[in-house]
Every structure is written in structure tokens, then in C-alpha cells.
């Protein structure tokens, strides 16, 4: 079969691989019908995600048909269309039980790789280096899908592919970012990241009811999405952040900020990213904390930082006298995806809220490595690339 | 929906892989230079220079550094600063009392090569990966995602609750 590949840092490859098989009882296998480009691969893309290996098939956001179930699938048979969530987990064990897939301690079949990174290991995503399992992601033809009867989120046929395929990952993320800020109808919640996480958790926290949705990019078009779906724009390149923040909060700072953009910040007039470019160039430092910092800095006291930005190893200079003085909230963690979902497909189905709106590419799978540098690079107008098999 | 046209099969084009040999090329150039400065001076007939040539060795080694990064296209463009200096600094060994006037000409020669490789590899990085200042920028302001306008949606997710476990009601006041 066909899929998109990593090979290094900046190569992703339009290669050939072998077709998955049925591992064990509980895999299914999925005709991957559409497949998205997440803001998280760039970091795959750029490297900076350790544990990569050269041929690991990449792509975390995908859905299709199911063509194979194993012997212990009992919730899904061939011909179901179903979109595949990021996270693998297995529904049983202690951490599942919660509710906290992200970290179920059952799906990580690199347990001990985990562990020495992270302390524990937390759960198996598709896609998404070794660390998390190794396992083969959706930016291919089909894949196989481990602890099928849980993994897996049943969409109807009346919803086309655009509708439901970010219900994978982004929109959930979006809409976890927002929820653990537990947004009051006063609030103002300020986002850092005008990318496509950035524009579900504006649409989100719209939703929820936050009296004022401020978004923060410098890329125009992103910053129009934003605007389109009830934010107001801070375009980094023009203005203060943190003068415009206290001008919009009457200098108290917003009581809720989410972190949407993760260890690739980019910022071009502050003292501190030219610090942390320089660093990670020598490797002495693997993320970019800039947005970190901004809003340990602006957040109202008492407040709450909600992190869904993938961040991956260590930062340097994260002021935590102001984090611990002002008794910030610090939430954050990848998505328990279907925790969220039922909820989220209930809201599609009844017209609340159409996801395809962030798509701004679709092409051929043919077409993904080309695809991944136009995203990165933001050419094009590019916000979402989705990707068609 | 926009509709780029490319079938590549790898996203690293020649201009990809030409500057990360440069960069590779400059830390090894560089590093020599800040390691071993008198096997640059002596066949040059350039002794007493040293620290001028480990100082262009340091920046080299910048340079190298900037090119293999996942943006090496400032790097790249910025060789020709890097480049001057190195001419700068080989012009003195041109007189006429330099017996290895020779072999200046070579590097010197080599070094304007090198420079004009680079300016190539600059403009074709700079047109697959740099954002041109004059890009049409697309109006997603009907992009809602909305069936109505964004205001009138606010709250309409006014039945879901937050779970126990993601709540965070600080300051509701002394029990």
C-alpha cells in the first residue's frame, strides 16, 4: 500500500509499504477514506520529537472504513465507517476507568522507552514515534487499529468525511484546551495560536459561553479565521500582546489561557525566542517555552494556563515566581479523545457547529510530502491540509 | 479550496539537501579554522592572522548551525556576509611580497564559487519555503463554522457540564 513517510528531519516520503495485518485478537483494519495533516506532525516533520525511526508511517488524524476485525472485536464489523481517535487505549484499565485515555497504561507497547522519558509511560498513539509505541499511522491507505473495540468513534453516513474527521483530534483538543479552564460566563480566555487547535478551541470557548475570546498569531489569514468565529485578533508582529491583553481585561489580564501552539513558538521581536533558538540550535534546550512564559506573565492571578501544545522534552527560563506567587493553574496533557466525542458528533449532527470550516487544502495522499512543507511554511494560505488516499 | 499542484515524492527538494551539505561543510570549515588556524595562515602566507581566522571559524560554525536548522534559508542568505569577510581577510595575502600569492588566487577563487553555489541554493530556498511579502492573503472571515453569527452562538453549549475532575472554580468565595 501507499503512505507517507518519515525519513529525517524535513523528509517525508510518498512510499510503499507492506499492508497491515491482524497482529492480535482486538486489531481491526481500516480503508483510510480521509486523513489530515496535524499542526503535532510538524514536529515530527522538524525533529524534535524524539524516537522517530526512518519508514514509520506518519498521520494521527484519520478515519475510513473497517475492512477486517480480529477475533475479539465485538463492537465493530466490516463496512462500519468509523473515524480512528489519536489516542489508543483499552477501556479497562485504572486510568481508562477515569476517563483519562491519554494515559491508559495498557496501549503503549513501548512501556519501558516511555518510562525512561516520561517517568511512565503514558498511552499509544498512531503515528506518532516510538515513545508512544511505534505504532504505524493514518497518513496511509489502510491502518491497522489496536484495542479496536474502544479505539474507534461510529460516525453516520449522513455526516460527509469533512464533518467528522477532525473528531480524531483537534476538534477534541480544542474542546478538552477549553473545558479544563472550566470557563465562566465572565471570562475572557486568551489563545495563543491561531493554527487549527487554536481555531476549534475560539469556536469552543464561544460555545461554552466566555464572555471574551482573544486570539493571538501573527499570520493574517489564521487571524481572519479567528476573527470569523468570534475572536478578537492580536497580531504579534503589530502590537504588544501584553499591553493589548491588559487594554481588553481593563489591566487585570484574562482569567483563562490556552497554550496552542507548543515548542515551536515563533517570535520575532522578543529577546527571549532569539534565546531559545540559539539554545536548541546547540541543544541545550528542546522546546521554545516563549508562549509559556507570556502567559505565566499576563494571566490574571488566581487564573488558569491550559496547555493542549505539544511540548517534548525540556525548557529553560520558565519564571515560576510569578506561575507560583499568582497561584496559577497549570492544566494540560494530549486529549482523552473520546471522552468528548459523543458529545461533540451530538453537537455536528444538531448543525451547532460545522468543523470542515478550518480545510483549506485537500489533495491526494500523492501529494502529502509537498503538503507538509506548504503547512509548515504557511504558504499557500494553508491552514488544514486534508489528505485523500 | 485551494489546489496546489505538486506530486513530489519527498518533501527535501536538491535546494533542501544542497543546503544541509553546506551546513555540514561550513562546521567542518569552521571548526578547523577555530581548531587550527596556522594550517589556514602558513600555506596562505597569512602567519600573525590566526585570530582572525578563528574568529571567522566561530561564525562559520554559526552559520553551519543555522543551515542544518529546519529553517536554513536566513543562514544561507547570510553566507555572503561570512564570505566578504573571508575575502577581506585572504586580500593582504594578493601582494606582491607573498610568495603564496598562489595560492590565495585558488581559495579566493574557490571561495567565489562556493558564494555563487550559495546564492542559488538562497533563492531556491527562499522560493519553496519563504512566504513571499506580497502573497495574496486569503479572507477567511466567512469561516465561521457556524450556522449563525459567532455572537449569537455564544453559550449555545450551555447544557454541557464540567466534569468534577476539570474544574477549577478558584475564588468562588470563603465557605
Known sequence: ???????????????????????????????????????????LYDHYIPGMES????????????????????????????????????????????????????????????????????????????????YAGGQAEYVRVPFADTTHIKVPDSLSDEQVLFLGDIFPTGWQAVVQCDVQSGDTVAIWGAGPVGQFCVRSAVLLGARQVICIDRVPERLSMAEAGGAIAINFDEESVLERLNELTRGKGPEKCIDAVGLEAHATRSLDSVYDRAKQAVMLETDRPHVLREMIYVCRPAGVLSIPGVYGGLVDKLPMGPLMNKGLTVRTGQTHVNRWTDDLLRRIEAGQIDPSFVITHQVGLEQGPDMYRVFRDKLDNCIKVVLKP | MNSLQSLATSSLAPSDRLARGLGYFALGIGLLQLLAPRRITRPLGLEGRETLVRACGAGKMLNGLGALSDNPTPAIRTRFAGNALDLALLAPGLSADNPK????????????????????????????????????VADYGQRSGFPRPAEAMRGAAGDFRTPADMRAEIGVGPA
Open chain 2, 101 to 136: 600569492r598562489d595560492n590565495v588566487r585558488l581559495v579566493m577563487a574557490l571561495l567565489l564559487g562556493c558564494t555563487l553555489l550559495e546564492a542559488l541554493t538562497a533563492r531556491s530556498l527562499s522560493e519553496r519555503h519563504v512566504r513571499p511579502r506580497d502573497m495574496h
Open chain 1, 1 to 43: 500500500m501507499k503512505a507517507l513517510c518519515w525519513h529525517g528531519k524535513n523528509d517525508i516520503r510518498y512510499d510503499t509499504v507492506p499492508d497491515p495485518s491482524i497482529e492480535d485478537p482486538r486489531d481491526a483494519i481500516v480503508k483510510v477514506s480521509s486523513c489530515a495533516i496535524c499542526g503535532s506532525d510538524l514536529h
Open chain 1, 55 to 134: 519508514g514509520d508511517v506518519m498521520g494521527h488524524e484519520f478515519m475510513g472504513e473497517v475492512v477486517e476485525v480480529g477475533a475479539e472485536v465485538h463492537r465493530l464489523r466490516p463496512g462500519d465507517r468509523v473515524v480512528v481517535p489519536f489516542t489508543i487505549f483499552c477501556g479497562e484499565c485504572e486510568q481508562c476507568l477515569r476517563g483519562n485515555y491519554s494515559v491508559c497504561e495498557r496501549s503503549n507497547r513501548n512501556r519501558e522507552l516511555g518510562d525512561k522519558a516520561f517517568g511512565h509511560a503514558t498511552a499509544g498513539l498512531f503515528g506518532y514515534s516510538h515513545l508512544t509505541g511505534g
